[in-house]
């Protein structure tokens, strides 16, 4: 081939290279339902549009995007292509002192429904007769789809491939809302313990009827182990109230639901060292993890970091412990765990750098607390700014016990603060009328952020736990609480160190 004919074949294949150039590209205009279009922008930033594509500021878009809602089997027309691209839940939503923790379908309409995302503290999503958005039964579910329509003609190709791909990425990575179960403080004495470790019809006799599917219907469920489980130490001579459970507890709370405890208490050493490392054994051969406790320092300030099935972000929980000195002189130093000793985690400089880092890991904090003042509904002041503080550096829930009755929930930002749920099984001593109502809460968890929150009021009782048969005259009790602590004035989180 000639010089010449040669640069005619170059210059050819140029200027169908720009011709094909010319026609790529182009601007985009988002489309659609207004409430959908923080999920489409999301969508967009997972997925970026292909080279030379833009979003439309204003003017024609040569294609618009749509993130559509509830059109499952819906048949894309002439320019048009739509694919599945995961769901949405739509909620009444309330405040969070408001006594009403689920509604029917037909009173929810009447409220007004929103997208579950849009929830943020302190207002809170309502159960629908009992189901929570994500569980099999609640009526409003939307199916999404990702669409694109070409202003003219046919849709060009590589948005068609775009469109596809995010799309599939969309669903893949839709995460469902997840039902996180939590109880307050459990304790039970020698004859309960045998009982709750016997099997089936041993547990119903320790947990009410209908109590132990209710636990085992979480998605996750945790609480506070108010003791050691071991057959050796001798008592702690500065405690009054000592409490143990026989070798199996551990196993037996696995088999009730639970996925996880808090040990970082104020009974994790009442019968010594020894017991405190036949606690972590027991736990650690039923494979049911723990926190606020551990071998050593490091140990017990360490997060335990949990996938729970359908979510796509770790659970990282943290224990800490920071309780009164006891009428026998008993205190938060004595139990705390040091560098080469076991005990608990009470180093709050430590949690707070904890929950920043596991915070900016990605995952979802989870602090569970041990400390306030008993039988008392408000929480302390102390109490306040330091369960404040752990929010503030970027735990998402904080979970409190020790004072033995139920306390309210508070928001801070878009977290949520539950001072005291209460008791949830106190079978080993007697308890007085306070403490004999608790609370089993189910807080539902969406996008790192607890946006529901439904209370089961329980009777506590010298023999056992039982669901409360007057839940209404609870709710309106735990709504008065809530309500006071919101009222009561608090720093601005931004404000907060």
């Not at 182990?225 to 009054?240: A, D, F, T």
């Not at 027991?282 to 490091?298: I, M, Q």
């Not at 539950?418 to 609370?439: D, I, K, V």
Request: with cysteine; aromatic share 8%.
């Amino acid at each position: 081939m000639s010089l010449g004919r040669a640069c005619i074949v170059f210059a050819l294949a140029a200027a169908a290279a720009a011709s094909s150039c010319a026609r790529q590209g182009g601007s985009a205009a988002l489309d659609g339902d207004p409430s959908t279009l923080p999920r489409l922008e999301a969508i967009i930033v997972q997925t970026p549009l292909p080279p030379g594509w833009r979003l439309s500021e204003g003017g024609e878009a040569r294609v618009a995007i749509e993130l559509q809602a509830g059109r499952a089997g819906a048949k894309d027309g002439p320019g048009e292509l739509s694919a599945p691209a995961g769901k949405r839940w739509l909620v009444p939503a309330l405040m969070l002192a408001d006594p009403r923790f689920s509604m029917s379908a037909d009173e929810a309409r009447s409220h007004g429904l929103e997208p579950l995302d849009e929830v943020i503290p302190p207002q809170r999503a309502a159960a629908i007769d009992g189901f929570w958005p994500g569980q099999t039964g609640y009526p409003f579910e939307e199916d999404l789809r990702l669409a694109v329509r070409a202003s003219k003609g046919e849709l060009p190709s590589e948005i068609s491939s775009w469109a596809l791909e995010a799309a599939k990425r969309a669903d893949e990575d839709a995460e469902r809302p997840i039902a996180l179960g939590a109880t307050g403080d459990i304790q039970v004495g020698p004859r309960e313990g045998s009982l709750l470790i016997s099997g089936e019809e041993g547990k119903a006799a320790v947990l009410g009827q209908g109590l132990l599917p209710l636990l085992r219907s979480f998605d996750f469920l945790i609480g506070n182990l108010e003791g050691q489980i071991s057959l050796r130490g001798e008592p702690n001579p500065r405690k009054r109230y000592l409490f143990r459970f026989p070798p199996g507890t551990a196993a037996a709370l696995k088999s009730a639901g639970f996925g996880l405890l808090l040990l970082g208490n104020n009974h994790a050493l009442d019968y010594g060292l020894d017991a405190l490392r036949d606690t972590f054994g027991d736990f650690d051969g039923a494979g049911l993890p723990y926190v606020g406790a551990g071998l050593d320092a490091a140990a017990a300030a360490s997060p335990k970091v949990v996938r729970i099935a359908g979510s796509n972000r770790g659970f990282a929980f943290l224990g800490f412990a920071a309780f009164p000195k006891e009428n026998m002189g008993f205190s938060t130093e004595e139990a705390a765990a040091a560098k080469d000793r076991p005990g608990v985690n009470a180093d709050e400089a430590g949690t707070v750098a904890a929950i920043r880092s596991a915070a900016a890991a990605g995952e979802v904090v989870v602090v569970l607390c041990h400390g306030g003042r008993e039988y008392l509904d408000d929480p302390p002041e102390d109490v306040k700014e330091r369960y404040r503080r752990f929010v503030d550096a970027g735990a998402a829930l904080v979970i409190g016990s020790h004072p033995h009755v139920l306390q309210g929930v508070e928001a801070r930002g878009s977290s949520l603060i539950a001072y005291s749920l209460g008791n949830f099984l106190f079978t080993g001593e007697r308890e007085p009328p306070a403490g004999q109502r608790g609370a089993l809460v189910s807080i539902l968890m969406y996008r790192g952020i607890a946006r529901g929150l439904r209370l089961y009021p329980l009777s506590v009782t010298y023999e056992g736990s039982y669901l409360n048969g007057d839940a209404a005259a609870a709710e309106g009790r735990f709504a008065r609480l809530c309500a006071a602590l919101s009222a009561a004035p608090q720093e601005s989180p931004a404000a907060s160190p």
